[in-house]
């Protein structure tokens, strides 16, 4: 399994963009970059996944080096709401889900 | 559209005690995953099944049982609990391909 590195926690301010890195040196060329986040007290849920481009949905953005070695999970106006702990995992066709501890995202009123 | 349902949402057992988590969902996804999540850790898998009929184990199977009774189904069994396995348990499923995973709301267990 590729192995991802995550800061362990990083704060935003209210309606501002928040940049969340993750490295992942070791993924195979055909891995997914996979996002997840999970609020408190709930259970993981969807952000984004991609290969090589980035990807835009109504909850983020995804921008994936070019050499694929990092992504970047965008969230454009972080709101209260948006307060959790953001997970980046390599995904491949049959492959498990294998979480690791993830960014706590904390976001200041 | 319920997604991933887990039932109990909350559970105390005595040491020794045994019990059976329940876990359904309504997408029709051929994979299914139990997890575990310890206070302020990470998730770790226990045990998944790719396909109905088949189990296989994850990281930390010892202490546990699961049975995929059909497709929408898969229990997860403590035969004889321990303190050990405080713990919050969920289930996800996801579609076979690179399709993402949906999660239930969990299961609070509390073994004393």
């Known amino acids: 399994d590729a192995k991802t590195t995550q800061p362990n926690s990083m704060e935003s301010n209210e309606e501002e963009p928040v940049h969340l890195p993750c490295n992942h040196s070791t993924i195979s060329g055909t891995d997914y970059i996979h996002w997840y986040r999970q609020l408190p007290s709930q259970g993981p849920e969807y952000v984004i996944h991609?290969?090589?481009s980035n990807v835009n949905n109504r909850m983020a953005s995804l921008a994936i080096a070019e050499d694929r070695k990092s992504s970047t999970l965008i969230l454009h106006r972080a709101t209260l709401r948006d307060a959790a702990v953001y997970y980046c995992l390599p995904h491949n066709y049959g492959q498990n889900f294998v979480f690791g501890p993830g960014t706590r995202l904390s976001v200041l009123p | 559209n319920a997604g991933v349902t887990q039932t109990p949402k909350f559970q105390v057992l005595k040491t020794g005690q045994s019990m059976t988590l329940q876990c359904a969902q309504d997408m029709n996804h051929n994979s299914m995953y139990w997890y575990r999540q310890d206070p302020g850790m990470g998730l770790r898998l226990i045990y998944y099944s790719a396909s109905e009929g088949t189990t296989d184990k994850g990281e930390v199977p010892n202490g546990y049982n699961v049975s995929r009774l059909n497709k929408r189904e898969f229990s997860l069994r403590l035969e004889s609990a321990a303190p050990s396995q405080t713990s919050v348990y969920f289930c996800?499923?996801?579609?076979?391909?690179?399709?993402?995973?949906?999660f239930g709301q969990g299961t609070r267990l509390t073994v004393v």
């Open positions: 991609g290969l090589t």
């Open positions: 996800a499923s996801s579609a076979q391909g690179y399709t993402e995973a949906f």
